[in-house]
């Protein structure tokens, strides 16, 4: 097994190895190509069990073009059954933990990828996309982002709620705007994610989320995904006890119980460039794109086992708060 490759100590590799290690979102090219997917390799290899992969997100890409990625993304992971499993229901996971192999499902960034149509929720979720964010950065026909003049969760975004509600999909409020979250937390009769966003007490970013949010997030049931992009850490310290330290924050201001994992790695680097030198979206310095690698995950157990937190709560943070949420949500 990985455990001697993974240079941690002994208890870590152990607990690792045994736990369920979801890493809640990753960034692929967003073509439909394979230029990068094998190495989702890199995961298993990290004794990490379950990736949600991202297909879209709002202002760089058409939807029809998002949906093209995914048929590729989906049909790729399909034509390998002995290294992936492509998630239908929980069950899939614990197979694929058992089996050795990793478990995929897809996310959508921004609800543009609807094209103002709710139903589409539906053909998305058929299709293995688990969790869908309302806004990216940018307000668009659902909600506010978080990088504009944010007014708030619209009647169209009440109705993909809804409608997500109603066929299992789990609605995520990272670059969102904060009077949208709220909005969102307010209307939404499941748990909602906050899939890959840092305390802003800890790195005041626009990105980052208030202590507000996380609050309010987690009295919905639902989760605050710890990031591991540097942009979102103070200085851009992606070492593990760093991260840990963010991770540590949110367990003491929602409890355990509310923390989870979304690295937020782009394996591409070259596509995240042509990406970030669009100032509408991104407009703050983004040229430091240090990011914690799936390569990683083992060093964040060990730093957790380090902080001396309880196995039990290692391993919730780890994946099994996240299957709590699945089991609860998802049809």
């Known amino acids: 097994m990985e455990e001697v490759t993974w240079n941690i100590s002994p208890e870590a590799a152990s607990l690792h190895h045994e736990a369920l290690v979801w890493d809640n979102h990753t ?156 909005d969102v937390f307010e209307h939404s009769r499941n748990p909602v994610l906050l899939s890959h966003s840092n305390p802003k007490s800890l790195c005041d970013h626009p990105r980052n989320v208030s202590d507000s949010v996380m609050k309010a997030c987690a009295e919905t049931g639902g989760l605050v995904g710890i990031t591991g992009y540097g942009l979102f850490l103070e200085n851009g310290d992606t070492n593990p006890d760093n991260i840990v330290r963010h991770i540590d924050y949110a367990v003491n201001l929602v409890g355990p119980e509310h923390v989870a994992l979304g690295m937020d790695y782009v394996f591409d680097k070259e596509e995240l460039k042509t990406f970030l030198a669009d100032k509408e979206i991104f407009p703050f310095d983004a040229s430091d794109m240090a990011m914690t690698s799936p390569e990683a995950m083992p060093a964040l157990t060990e730093s957790m086992v380090r902080m001396g937190y309880p196995e039990e709560t290692i391993r919730r943070i780890l994946g099994e708060n996240l299957l709590r949420v699945a089991r609860q949500v998802w049809k």
């Open 27 to 182: 960034c692929m090219p967003l073509r439909p190509d394979d230029s990068f997917l094998p190495q989702l390799q890199r995961f298993r290899d990290a004794g990490v069990n379950v990736a949600s992969v991202n297909v879209y997100f709002d202002n760089f890409i058409e939807w029809h073009d998002g949906l093209k990625v995914l048929a590729f993304m989906r049909r790729w992971i399909l034509e390998r059954p002995g290294d992936y499993v492509l998630i239908v229901s929980v069950e899939d996971i614990l197979g694929a933990k058992r089996d050795g192999k990793l478990a995929v499902h897809f996310d959508i960034e921004g609800m543009e990828a609807l094209d103002g149509e709710a139903s589409l929720v539906k053909t998305y979720y058929d299709l293995g996309v688990r969790w869908m964010l309302v806004a990216y950065n940018r307000n668009n026909r659902a909600g506010g982002g978080c990088m504009d003049d944010d007014s708030g969760l619209t009647d169209f975004g009440r109705r993909v709620i809804e409608e997500a509600a109603r066929v299992g999909m789990l609605i995520c409020c990272s670059h969102t705007g904060e009077q949208t979250s709220m």
